[in-house]
C-alpha cells in the first residue's frame, strides 16, 4: 500500500490531468468528475491529513503552511461552487482560474506540508494517513452509490 503522502501527491496528479483533459476536449461530463475530485480531496485533507501534519509538524512554520492549505481548500471549494453555476463563454475563465489556484496549492502542500509529513510522521502514521485516505474513498462511495452500510465503515 502507498503511503497517504503518495496518495495525496497521486490525486494531486491526477486533478491536474483532469483540467489538461478538461482544456483539451471541454467536456463537461470531465469537468463534473474534476469537480467531483476537488471536493474528495478537500475532505480527506481536512479529515485525515491536516491533523496529522498538525501533530507532527509541530512547529511555528509548518502550523503556518498547514493553515495555509486549509484556506485555499475553502478558496478553492468556493470557486468549485462558482464554477457549477457558470454558464458560457464565462464557463472557460473560471476553470482556468480554478486550475491555477490549484496548482498553486498542490506544488506548496507537496513542499510544505506533505514533505515534512512523510520525514518526520512514523511508519505507523503514514500507515494510517493511507488507511483514513482509503476510508474516505469507502465513504464517498458509498454516498454515490448510496450504500448505507458503508458509510457505517462496514
Partial sequence: MPSGTDWFIAQHERIRDGFD?????????????LLDDLAHLRATALAVL????????????????????????????????????????????????????????????ETAVLGPVDARATSEQLDALAAGAAGVERVDAARADGREEDRAGT
Avoid at 21 to 33: I, S, V, Y
Avoid at 58 to 85: F, K, N, P
Avoid at 91 to 101: M, N, P, Y
Fill in 50 to 109: 491536516y491533523p496529522l501534519a498538525d501533530e507532527v509538524v509541530g512547529d511555528e512554520t509548518g502550523e503556518s503552511a498547514v493553515a495555509r492549505c486549509r484556506e485555499d481548500h475553502v478558496r478553492i471549494a468556493r470557486i468549485v461552487d462558482h464554477v457549477r453555476r457558470t454558464r458560457g463563454p464565462d464557463l472557460v475563465d473560471a476553470v482556468q482560474v480554478l486550475c491555477e489556484v490549484f496548482v498553486a496549492h498542490a506544488a506548496f502542500e
Fill in 21 to 33: 483533459n478538461w482544456a483539451a476536449l471541454r467536456r463537461m461530463a470531465g469537468l463534473d468528475t
